[in-house]
């Protein structure tokens, strides 16, 4: 059977910069309006105005990149560090199920009007994808893609923190039937700017009716469930003729945020971590895969990469929370300074940022850290077996207790233990706060020798045909050469 008209085969890589349509509207009470049209999404030109803050209502164009989105799904999700701590290379595996399904099932094809300044490339859903799957995986996509992609737009557009998924813990000020709740928002998280909660559901389809929009919108309606004040954020991801999003706020439409203060809001990140211990845990959970996947990969396959220091203002090319390497002139100037056979210590001598890196077997990827990132997130993941060992004491698995035991069974205790753990966690969140900030400090005086038992040699990932994208703390880089770059 042959492909639909006008079928395109042109996958997803890591050079294009890509747009995509935004479509912000603020209610009170919470009322998502009708879809758009597929002729209203392709006239969208406008920039996204405001960098780090909700902007006016309107419809907004914004072009960013595959790096960003590939960061986006590395971190979003539920919490399932405690259950690789002790088998980490599984979480090799898990960054491999995030990765893949977006470009098996994401194409890109030329915009036929582009937008000044614009990109001139949109995704769309492959084929396959929209005639060739089963109506289950293209469910599970559609739930994958809104996660994604409300991770993009909260973080990388309007600023928001690093996220928690509410499988995993419950936010502040939620009351005690949360954690027994089964309907609740997806993520939530601190907007450093402000310190305001957001609660965010995401939803994600081909088609994505308002029917389910409104449904997110009643599970974002927490009611009793949260005393503490909250913002309400529902992101839909629609993948109907291209990929636009539709972000609907519970606020009063006349009211729009200001400018974040203290600069953009990856700038923010990176200034918070430095003495806010609960944004330091936020960022360790979030990064936790990466340093998983890092200390299961043998130490001969670990590298060391120079990247610059942060220099604010319009030199640093990002790319939402991400630095583009390739257009970043700190990193371009430390590297032409330390030459051929650098050293890591020679990178701290001219203010760099050395990150370990490592090249995730099966993938196209490489990911890696700074020490003081590496370190916070050792003395978490230390935190994380200890009291999983404490849970395992308390509550034995269906194996340990009656044989293998039912489907049901396994379920129950499974969510007794993940329950127990999040409890341990709440109950002993001071003690977990000390120690990824010590871990934190301690990574910054340490050398990889006696961090990770490495002494990695420095490499240029950019020379061995690797696009790269940094921030402060954290590597991503993905391989040129093994992508599709032809764009008929």
């Known amino acids: 059977m042959l492909p639909p008209a006008g079928a ?13 349509p935004v ?48 960061d986006a799904a590395t971190t979003v999700g539920r919490d399932i560090a405690p259950w ?8 090799r595996r898990e960054i491999m199920a995030r990765r893949h399904p977006l470009g098996a099932y994401l194409a890109r094809q030329k915009t036929t009007s582009p937008a000044p300044g614009g990109a001139g490339t949109e995704i769309v859903p492959s084929v396959v994808y929209t005639h060739g799957t089963e109506g289950s995986m293209r469910s599970a996509f559609g739930y994958h893609v809104g996660m994604t992609m409300a991770e993009w737009a909260c973080r990388s557009l309007m600023g928001l923190g690093p996220t928690t998924h509410a499988e995993s813990a419950a936010p502040p000020g939620a009351a005690p039937q949360w954690r027994t709740t089964r309907s609740l928002p997806d993520l939530f998280g601190t907007h450093p700017s402000s310190a305001e909660l957001w609660l965010v559901e995401a939803k994600g389809g081909r088609w ?3 029917r389910s929009r409104r449904k997110g919108a009643r599970q974002l309606d927490v009611g009793a469930l949260m005393t503490a004040p909250h913002r309400k954020v529902l992101c839909g991801t629609s993948l109907e003729k291209r990929l636009f999003m539709m972000i609907d706020v519970e606020d009063e439409p006349s009211v729009p945020d200001g400018p974040p203060t203290g600069g953009a809001a990856a700038d923010l990140d990176e200034d918070l971590v430095q003495d806010d211990d609960e944004a330091l845990l936020g960022l360790a959970q ?20 120079a990247v610059g220091s942060p220099q604010p203002g319009p030199a640093r090319r990002r790319s939402g929370l991400v630095t583009l390497l390739e257009g970043d002139e700190g990193t371009a100037a430390l590297r032409r300074e330390l030459g051929g056979g650098a050293t890591v210590d020679a990178i701290g001598r001219r203010q760099g940022v050395d990150m370990l890196v490592g090249r995730l077997p099966g993938t196209d990827l490489m990911l890696g850290m700074s020490r003081r990132l590496f370190g916070a997130c050792r003395e978490l993941a230390w935190e994380d077996r200890r009291l999983a060992s404490a849970v395992d004491d308390v509550l034995p698995t269906v194996r340990q207790a009656a044989g293998w035991g039912t489907e049901a069974q396994s379920e129950r205790r499974t969510r007794e233990r993940a329950e127990a753990l999040q409890e341990g966690r709440d109950r002993e969140g001071g003690i977990r706060r000390g120690a990824v900030r010590r ?3 301690r990574g910054r005086a340490e050398s990889w020798a006696q961090l990770a038992d490495v002494s990695p040699r420095v490499v240029v990932p950019a020379a061995e045909g690797f696009l790269e994208a940094a921030t402060r703390d954290t590597y991503l880089a993905v ?10």
């Open 439 to 441: 871990g934190f400090s």
């Open 84 to 91: 690789l701590v002790a088998v980490p290379r599984l979480a």
């Open 23 to 70: 479509f912000v509207r603020r209610s009170a009470p919470l009322e998502p309006v009708k879809r758009p049209k597929p002729v209203v999404v392709a006239q969208v030109k406008e920039p996204w105005p405001s960098p780090g803050a909700v902007p006016p209502d309107g419809a907004y164009l914004v072009t960013t990149t595959w790096r960003d989105l590939l």
């Open 8 to 20: 395109v085969d042109a996958v997803v890589s890591a050079p294009d910069s890509f747009d995509v």
């Open 286 to 305: 979030a990064r936790m895969l990466t340093y998983l996947a890092l200390v299961s990969i043998p130490r001969d396959g670990l590298r060391a990469v």
């Open 208 to 210: 994505l009716p308002d």
């Open 479 to 488: 391989e040129e050469h093994a992508l599709d770059l032809d764009l008929g």
